[in-house]
């Protein structure tokens, strides 16, 4: 409930930023009196669509503490399970010629490890409890490589990139098609026939880009595999 209520309430502050900063640039508007500005809704497309992908970006690191329950270590906790996960990673990123990230464990029966943040200088790897007491060392270690290959790389960034021009052309070409359904209907329902229409676009639309974006995320896991074979 607590990672559901998160999701929203950031989902929310989005839209609102995203609002304020579409009102002052003037670009909310993208219909005019000859019909759809096809420029407004280009420049509209693209602020939702990077928008909402970088601002989730540079929230990225809070916002995984906050709903994972993510518990910093610092190597001195006198606990040799988390000193030594913190003095791995401390290694692996020197290897990788990277800052120190922040290193944290969550409480959790699944064996999983993410890492996550806006840039390489303000990154986060995180384990699970459960892979801690799952796995052994060494392939601890393998795990963690996988991660710290993909602050590396760049992949948070990359796949937002990519998230953003996904976006972007879901929700320029959702209305673009629901502007000409809107106009073989009659004009008393015609505003609704294109929100409707819009939605469902939207959703359907999305779908789709979502198979794109998973099969970028599966290159960028397969790379970041290959690092941390070299790491």
Do not use: C
Request: hydrophobic fraction near 55%; aromatic fraction near 8%.
């Amino acid at each position: 409930m607590k990672r559901i209520l998160l999701f929203v309430a950031t989902n929310l502050a989005i839209m609102i930023t995203l609002s304020i900063v579409m009102a002052i640039l003037g670009v909310g508007r993208i219909f005019t009196a000859t019909g759809l500005d096809y420029g407004a809704l280009m420049v509209f497309s693209l602020i939702w669509g990077f928008g909402g992908a970088f601002i989730s970006l540079a929230m990225s690191r809070w916002m995984a503490k906050q709903a994972m329950g993510v518990q910093l270590v610092d190597g001195r906790t006198g606990h040799p399970e988390l000193d030594w996960l913190y003095a791995t990673v401390e290694q692996l990123t020197r290897k990788a010629g990277l800052p120190m990230p922040e290193v944290g464990i969550y409480e959790s029966p699944e064996v999983n490890a993410f890492a996550t943040g806006p840039s390489r200088n303000r990154s986060l790897v995180a384990v699970s409890s459960g892979l801690l007491r799952s796995m052994r060392r060494e392939e601890v270690e393998g795990v963690l490589a996988h991660e710290v290959s993909h602050i590396q790389n760049g992949d948070m960034v990359t796949m937002t990139l990519i998230q953003g021009v996904v976006n972007a052309f879901v929700i320029f070409f959702a209305r673009v098609i629901a502007n000409i359904v809107r106009q073989l209907v009659d004009e008393k329902i015609s505003y609704l026939v294109y929100t409707v229409t819009a939605i469902v676009l939207d959703i359907a639309l999305g779908v789709l880009g979502m198979m794109v974006v998973a099969w970028f995320s599966r290159a960028r896991e397969y790379r970041a595999d290959a690092g941390a074979a070299v790491l």
